[in-house]
């Protein structure tokens, strides 16, 4: 029988606190796969709660993939993939502990409010599982057949609906190109756009793409923000003939570009033929007030942008998914010169994420995920504002993404505060990393934190801000 101690549930609701329990018992091994839970009725006797209580959390259990029900046998757990995977004894590691020891262990932090981890706990590891079960049993023999440039059609039309309905972009299968991470996309877009061609940044802004560039052999100008986003003005005289923005939720700073900036960025593009605008729309699923912002690429003016987004965000960074749509006008010319490549990203996988989406799991992932992310943020922001921090920092975030500015007064230089929280064991980045000018003394002694909360576990919220404010304060 199965035994919870429901005095350790704190705030969760009866529902939740079973639900979570019997999960973490089946990802453990406690519960094995294939074996018999107690009925509804047996089990909410036994734990002294009601029948809907269990009901609620068996239904949630089932549509995640963690358990099965068989019809007038009762309920069982779901066999886990990870499970099949034996656990190796350390005897058994035939390298050389030498080799070993070489490898830079990277440092552990207490908090690492630098990286856009996600919360293991949240992945839907047994609904995956199930997904990718289905697939291999399929017995499709696209499955083991080269994946044309554009990805899986599977996929591609799954998408399609998906930004229909959730980001007012309608397209076609074939604008689609799924690629194996952004860092993919860039490089593509890069041979196909020409390395000849200067590429516009936003200053300060997300530093792959000019990585990527410099790769290519080609040249990224920067271009300084104001407070509505990338300057127009400067970037016409930067002469630069593409440039890469985020307007949904810039990267770092935050800003939501207003309508009348978007007017006059794609005013931009229209003034000559060789002008694109690459818009990253990396983060627009976790908006937490109001309706999503439209993209660009909704306007009836985006024969002249490129929409790119990814799945690393929404599932997990390792998650290597991402896709692009190109305007219809570029199709044939982007076929004619890239068609040679085979997409990167396996048959497999492109085939599981397609179901995931297709059966409204990813929908209901998300729902998930984005109400996580809202809590954890308020939880965060309103520890600071109990803390002293709230004397000395100003917190800046437009109700979005996944991390937000902590703008602090104090007499030391924003590196010497850095430097003092990294040693605390806090990881976090600071605004003026973002820049693509040489760090001058301004910027090195600017406050401004960035803050990417995603991977704090909601237990290290209050230790968090404590070492903060010791670092601050002392």
Known sequence: MITIDFSKRKDLTLCEYLYRSIKKQILSGKLAARERLPSRRLLAEHLRVSVITVQNAYARLISEGYIYSIEKKGFFVEEILSQNFPVQEKSANIFPQKKLTREKKAKKYFADLKSNSTSFEKFPFALWAKIMRQVLNSGDERLLSRVPLGGALELRKAIC??????????????????????????????????????????????????????????????????????????????????????????????????????????????????????????????????????????????????????????????????YMVLPKKLLKEFFSRMGFFSCPVTSFEQFALARFIEDGHYEKHLNRMKNYYRSLRNDFIAALQKSKIRSIAKIKEENSGLHFLLQVESKLRGDELHARLNASGINIALLSDFYYDAIDENLAAQKSFVVNYSGLKKEKIVPTVRKMEKVFFE
């Not at 799924?178 to 996309?185: N, V, Y």
């Open 161 to 322: 609906s998906h930004l229909r309905q959730f980001r007012m972009i309608d397209v076609d299968a074939e604008q689609i190109f799924i690629g194996a991470g952004t860092d993919f996309i860039y490089s593509m877009l890069l041979q196909f756009l020409g390395t000849k061609k200067k590429y516009a940044v936003e200053n300060p802004g997300y530093k792959q793409l000019d990585s990527v560039a410099k790769l290519c052999g080609a040249k990224c100008v920067p271009v300084n923000l104001d407070e509505n986003g990338i300057s127009v003005e400067n970037l016409k005289k930067s002469r630069a003939q593409i440039v890469h923005v985020s307007p949904q939720h810039h990267f770092p700073t935050g800003i939501v570009m207003p309508y009348k900036r978007r007017a006059q960025l794609l005013d931009w593009a229209a003034e000559r033929e060789d002008r694109f605008i690459i818009e990253d729309d990396y983060d627009s699923e976790f908006r937490f007030d109001g309706m999503p912002i439209e993209p660009l690429f909704s306007s009836n003016k985006n024969s002249r942008i490129i929409y790119i987004n990814t799945f690393s965000k929404t599932l997990s960074p390792s998650f290597r998914i991402s």
